[in-house]
């Protein structure tokens, strides 16, 4: 969410920069940045915010409950988009033509415009540029971003889609609550440094693609991973990075009155204040946005 979990993910990075390094952002500067992270959601930016490493492709208007890929790129074209290009995340992050196009949404925030910027000396609108650059590599962290899973909210009625889990659970995780850096620091962990902006993309969307489902991905013959290790009666389980198993899916068992049979549905979310999916996931990609995010500041 915009107003909560990009804001609270974005703190967390500079305070966790700051926890790491010598040369600190000033509150300032960090409000700057926050609210770069906020603006870079105003519409129609997010359409340019997947980024597929498989495929390397951005959106394809894939995955939207009843509505199939060609009619929802149609509609996106004709409502959504002022363009007609589509480009992945990490084309965006550095595409100063199409960015330029949305002089009236936020503008050019590309991350070579904010170097010119503050070699210029607009510190502030780099900065703010920097939150953009944090916010699409957040969405990098979310498997529906890398996984091409369109989860779309509002129209659910008509799509029959029901959104990201994910991102609904997601959502309540703010400035407030959210505890990363210092967890992270009490850690004795250190900023992951990579060696351009490009590999920051890379690597976590091919950790948030590899290692987790989207909710209308889950056993999807496109990937071939996550690898499902077992299942027993109420989940399926996967291992991590680290080689530690956790919660990949929830089963659920439901009677199909229609067929007169029980059927197995596999989903990220049950409805239950209990559901050990989505913890499991957020604990995990959270810290990688974190870890990341502040090696980009670096």
Known sequence: DDKTTHPGLTDEIVDFYNFSSQTKLTDEEKEWIVLGSINEDTPPRWINHFYDPIYNEGWKAEN?????????????????????????????AHNEALQAKYANYWGNRTWENAIRRYVAGDKMFAYQTLGDILHILEDATVPDHTRNDTHAHEGTLVTQDGGSP????????????LHIAEDLKKEDKQPIVLNSLDAYFDSLANYSNRYFFSENTINSEKYSE???????????????KENIEFPLFRIKRVYNKEKFKIETIYSLNDGSSNNQVLPAYFSRLSREAVLNGAGVIE
Do not use: A, H, M, Q
């Not at 509505?67 to 988009?81: G, R």
């Not at 991102?167 to 703010?174: H, I, P, Q």
């Open 64 to 92: 939207l409950g009843n509505v199939s890929p060609l009619t929802l790129s149609i509609f996106s074209k004709t409502l959504l988009n002022i363009n007609t290009e589509t480009v992945s995340s990490k084309n965006w």
């Open 166 to 177: 994910y991102e609904d659970y997601g959502k309540y995780f703010t400035r407030t609550n």
């Open 226 to 240: 996550p690898k499902i290790l077992r299942e027993d009666n109420n989940y399926g389980y996967g291992i991590d």
